[in-house]
């Protein structure tokens, strides 16, 4: 396993007091895997996702569980521990493209600079490194395309962009937090085939942030899914067309805002089930 999670959790002081946002989360990802999370809005999946990458902000803590990722405890790793593993070990994609971008630098030297702060190549070798990696998410004529800025780019094309920029350092692992969010519903087809090819050309592990089971159902090998009412298991095509829990029913009980993602060990509301997403 090149990732796994042991009843993760994770709490943000407030002025009111504490707020468990992720609780009591455990999930496994393999090399050359899809596993997709699937869960309500506020149920802590992108909490999830920097708390891998350590990425959270002051007032967040991870208050148990444990981190592991290609076989080494992170759980307790400073922010200066973290920096050669981010890019190399992890990589994430965020739902707004522009908010990774720099609205005025190149898209080549963007990928460049990055490879050139991580490895000990030429600017020549990194170039060639950024045309090859444009060219391997599909971006039409890369050598041209490098000296182009972010707002000549389609959000589609822009978001390939990022996981060009995601993959220079070919990490083990790829957070991918509602990649297709802000796309329309054929770039979204388009972007989930690119993840599953992507996967079969680098080996990468993927976790898939979605809200869309329907892209899950195309995209992923294993569903974890959090339900706040009890279990739900099968194929995730399988979900989508016949639920047996109502979104929202029994969450956010003793008055917590979150924690709603996490497996079922005591009560109703901590369950994570894996099933496969394909199949019958």
Do not use: W
Not at 181 to 189: G, H, K, P
Request: glycine share 12%.
């Amino acid at each position: 396993m090149v990732l796994e999670l042991r009843e993760l959790s994770v709490s943000f002081d407030i002025p009111e007091g504490e707020v468990e946002a992720v609780r009591g989360v455990s999930l496994s990802l393999a090399g050359g895997e899809i596993l997709a999370v699937v869960g309500e809005s506020g149920c802590g999946k992108t909490v999830m996702c920097q708390s891998v990458m350590k990425l959270l902000p002051k007032t967040a803590k991870i208050r148990g569980g444990r981190i592991i990722a290609c076989g080494e405890d992170i759980t307790d790793y400073t922010d200066r521990q973290m920096r050669p593993l981010r890019g190399s070990v992890f990589s994430m994609i965020f739902q707004d493209p522009m908010t990774t971008l720099n609205p005025t630098l190149p898209i080549g030297k963007r990928i460049t600079e990055a490879i050139l702060r991580h490895k000990k190549v030429s600017r020549d070798e990194a170039e060639n490194r950024a045309e090859e990696l444009l060219d391997l998410v599909g971006i039409d004529d890369p050598p041209r395309r490098m000296g182009l800025q972010p707002h000549y780019f389609s959000g589609g094309m822009r978001q390939r962009c990022i996981l060009a920029i995601a993959l220079a350092m070919n990490p083990k692992i790829l957070l991918a937090d509602e990649p297709t969010t802000s796309l329309d519903v054929t770039v979204q087809a388009h972007m989930l085939d690119l993840l599953r090819d992507v996967r079969r050309k680098t080996g990468v592990g993927i976790l898939l942030i979605s809200h869309d089971l329907g892209a899950v159902a195309r995209a992923a090998d294993r569903v974890a899914v959090k339900t706040s009412a009890g279990n739900t298991g099968g194929p995730a095509s399988a979900r989508g067309r016949r639920p047996k829990h109502r979104p929202g029913a029994g969450g956010h009980r003793r008055g917590r805002a979150g924690g709603l993602l996490g497996r079922l060990h005591t009560s109703a509301d901590r369950d994570v089930v894996s099933a496969s997403a394909k199949g019958t």
